[in-house]
């Protein structure tokens, strides 16, 4: 067990819907990160919060947006729901992920979306 | 960005050795990361380097060589439950960006 916890574990939607991804990260650890894992993609990064604020941004649709809170928890929104959106989505968690930190990500356990 | 390349697949037998290699080119090397991931589950960290040499951690053995871009893991008395993808991960300083870049990932499948 990682410490990460994410919720829902799996979701199952139609298409041109949307979906919110809850992550809480391991205590103490202020960076948040999304990932999508798709069989044909492998892991891709899509963005990353440090204490609240924006970071780093990968290969995020506009369609997709987070956010973290206060509380350091985050949030994945994903929108206008396409059947191609059908993935793993990790949420992964380090101390700080700042420039000259070599700290460590811890995964949870994902979110299986499916997207009908 | 990183050019991360990593074998498909591997098969071993029970009990046997099995390394896994990892290349690599990036032009800000800060770091290299295994985990290992079973179908369906998070990825789990097992290793990082970030000078040469060899790490070592019970079964599973790490090594890094900058100058050739260059890693393997090296996992010893494998067992059935080692059977899973693992996932060579690079961070690279190009850019101000300290997100690590995944390969694929190699599926290891061990057998009787």
């Known amino acids: 067990d990682s410490g990460v916890t994410q919720t829902p574990k799996h979701l199952i939607t139609a298409t041109g819907q949307r979906v919110t991804l809850r992550c809480s990260p391991r205590s103490g650890d202020l960076s948040v990160y999304w990932y999508q894992q798709s069989l044909d993609q492998g892991l891709q990064f899509l963005i990353q919060y440090y204490n609240g604020e924006e970071r780093a941004k990968g290969n995020i649709l506009e369609r997709f947006s987070a956010q973290q809170f206060p509380d350091l928890h985050s949030e994945l929104n994903l929108s206008s729901l396409e059947l191609g959106d059908s993935a793993l989505y990790f949420c992964?968690?380090?101390?700080?992920?700042?420039?000259?930190?070599?700290?460590?990500?811890?995964f949870g356990p994902g979110t299986r979306l499916t997207v009908l | 960005g990183q050019n991360i390349d990593q074998p498909t697949e591997m098969t071993a037998t029970e009990g046997a050795i099995v390394q896994i290699n990892c290349t690599y080119q990036t032009s800000g090397f800060n770091g290299l990361f295994w985990y290992q991931q079973h179908a369906g589950e998070a990825p789990t960290f097992l290793s990082y380097n970030v000078l040469d040499g060899l790490e070592e951690k019970g079964r599973f053995s790490s090594f890094l060589s900058r100058s050739k871009g260059y890693s393997y893991l090296l996992l010893k008395e494998l067992q059935m439950k080692d059977s899973a993808s693992y996932l060579c991960a690079v961070r690279d300083i190009t850019g101000g960006s300290y997100i690590p870049t995944f390969g694929r990932g190699t599926s290891l499948i061990v057998h009787p």
């Open positions: 992964a968690s380090s101390g700080a992920g700042l420039a000259g930190n070599t700290d460590t990500q811890y």
